[in-house]
């Protein structure tokens, strides 16, 4: 599974942006796609994920009501709407994806095999 990650820039607080993740492979069976941030001197954390296979949906507690993951399978394609931002959201945005995930796993980094390259998100006060 390859994937292309696109979407950062830099934003006020409050803005808004959309996150695009397109994935190119194998996406059947219990194919997650998530993403995860990490901001400098941070550990990569999670941030959000969807499955494919019956579509549900899991949030970071530091991003839910605020941002919103949705996929089109048809286009293998994840998205994440990122409302409301604030300066803390300020990171690098990895996608990720992941064809056999487990679902308690599904927030772990190390689930997942296959990492887009990053896009950096920037959002100033």
């Known amino acids: 599974v390859q994937l292309q990650a696109s979407g950062g820039g830099s934003v006020q607080a409050g803005e808004s942006l959309r996150l695009s993740c397109a994935a190119s492979?194998?996406?059947?069976?219990?194919?997650?796609m998530g993403w995860f941030r990490q901001a400098p001197g941070k550990e990569r954390e999670f941030v959000a994920a969807i499955m494919w296979s019956g579509g549900s949906i899991y949030y970071s507690d530091s991003v839910k009501g605020r941002f919103t993951i949705s996929g089109d399978r048809a286009k293998s394609t994840v998205y994440l709407q990122m409302n409301s931002l604030k300066p803390e959201d300020t990171a690098i945005y990895y996608c990720a994806a992941e064809p056999r995930i487990i679902t308690s796993s599904i927030g772990v980094p190390s689930a997942y095999d296959h990492w887009g390259q990053g896009t950096l998100v920037t959002v100033s006060s």
């Open positions: 492979g194998r996406t059947f069976g219990r194919f997650a």
